[in-house]
């Protein structure tokens, strides 16, 4: 029987559902974990996934060839978190590090760079107001100011000259700035990598650095006329009408993630 059709956008989830159900051999499925997987938490270390995620990601890498996580989270964080996932492949560090068949591979460029992070950790929390949450992540820093958004300001020109004075690069996200090394990895770029071979593919996200993300699908959309990819925003209160206005469908929480992917396993 032949295929159907790649369905054109804007297009219903069970016009999106029947596609990749019909290409499931081919088909990827990307999730940020922070805001998608769990909820976003004052402390980042208490992030959890919401329990119903892992048991439905092991049916869906059952279902389709492949699930990967692409977050700002270093991989030994999000092993601790999905370390019962024998076939998810982790994206840290928006790329920099790679979880995949039990090895870690970390993007040699960025290695230099851990020194300068363990000092710019140092001065971070020497430097700034107590309230700020200094996450380091060994190949980078993130300045968290959810629980005190008054100093967003402050923290914000901060890390600026501080990534003038280092040669570093800044990511903005929902209450948090990060720094980076001057390294070329993005979301989109795991993305533009990871659909190289694939007939289809899913990316829910829900921060500005996944719009990149979201924008790697729709290129390789305009360039393989076979290929669909499906971008799902979840909604929040800080970057969500951007990040909605950038996707195909916004569903409300990682709850309702969840519930979605297990609604869609019925069509497999």
């Known amino acids: 029987m032949a295929e159907t059709a790649r369905p054109t956008h804007p297009l219903t989830t069970d016009e999106a559902w029947a596609f990749t159900a019909e290409r499931a051999s081919a088909t990827t499925f990307f999730f940020d974990f922070d805001g998608v997987l769990s909820p976003v938490t004052e402390d980042p ?19 389709v060839a492949r699930v990967a996580i692409v977050s700002a989270r270093p991989v030994s964080f999000l092993r601790s978190r999905f370390e019962t996932l024998g076939n998810v492949d982790l994206h ?6 790679v979880w995949h068949d039990g090895q870690v591979v970390t993007e040699p460029a960025a290695l230099d760079f851990v020194p300068t992070m363990a000092d710019l950790a140092d001065s971070a929390r020497a430097e700034l107001p107590t309230e700020i949450l200094v996450e380091y992540k060994r190949l980078s820093v993130a300045l968290h100011y959810r629980t005190a958004p008054d100093h967003a300001r402050a923290v914000e020109r901060w890390a600026h000259e501080q990534a003038e004075r280092l040669g570093l690069r800044i990511q903005h996200g929902r209450m948090v700035v990060e720094l980076k090394p001057p390294v070329d990895q993005d979301k989109g770029m795991v993305i533009t ?31 393989d006329p076979a290929f669909f ?11 969500g009408a951007e990040v909605s206005s950038a996707a195909d469908l916004t569903l409300e929480s990682p709850h309702a993630v969840a519930a979605f992917l297990t609604e869609g396993l019925r069509r497999f």
Do not use: H, I
């Open 92 to 97: 840290g560090l928006y790329g920099l590090e």
């Open 229 to 239: 990819g499906m971008a799902v925003a979840v909604a929040n209160p800080e970057t």
């Open 45 to 63: 270390d208490a992030s959890q996934p919401v329990p119903e995620v892992l048991g439905v990601l092991e049916r869906l890498a059952e279902s």
């Open 193 to 223: 990598e990871g659909v190289r071979n694939a007939g289809c593919a899913w990316y829910f996200g829900d921060d500005m650095s996944d719009v990149k993300a979201f924008d790697a699908l729709r290129a390789r959309e305009a360039v």
